[in-house]
């Protein structure tokens, strides 16, 4: 990631915007905004924000369009759905095509600021290598072999597995253990 993180706050309605702007201004983000979906998707495009506040309700397009044409364009880009008309469909429908979050409005301040930290954190403490479930489950065995001193019949009863499987496993991973 570039210096410090970009966030694009979306909403037709320019005080709207100001409003969430002035509520998350800090010297360690910088805002754009857009009013409409079509400007929306040229902005993301143009200046690849690592977050997005998109309202639902938007001329041309909707937030819920918006949403899914940015992440076509970059699946991992992350949105927060912001809406005055919350239903528990669009809530879903938001979620399923990939939102961070969701704010209903009328918002409170302090609310939208640490939401938009929390994403801002997440965002940005993203490593560039997520583990596999396999990795993970190998250091887990290793550590747990290690805590009990090598006694696979304690390790198998820490892990919650049976003895058979955790020698499967040794051998899966190739785990030494004296």
Known sequence: MRGKPTVLIVDDDVDICFLMATAIQSEQVEIITAHSG???LRMYEQHHPELVLLDIQLPEL???????RMKKIDEECQVIMVTAYATIETAVQAMKLGALDYICKPFKLPHLRETVQNAIDFVTSI????????EVERKH???VLNEVEGNRRLAAEKLDISLRTLYYKIKQY?????
Request: without cysteine.
């Open 62 to 68: 909707s937030g819920i369009e918006v949403l899914g």
């Open 141 to 143: 065995i290793e550590k």
């Open 127 to 134: 490593p560039e290598h997520l583990p596999t479930l396999e």
């Open 174 to 178: 190739n785990i030494y253990n004296p």
């Open 38 to 40: 079509k400007e929306a």
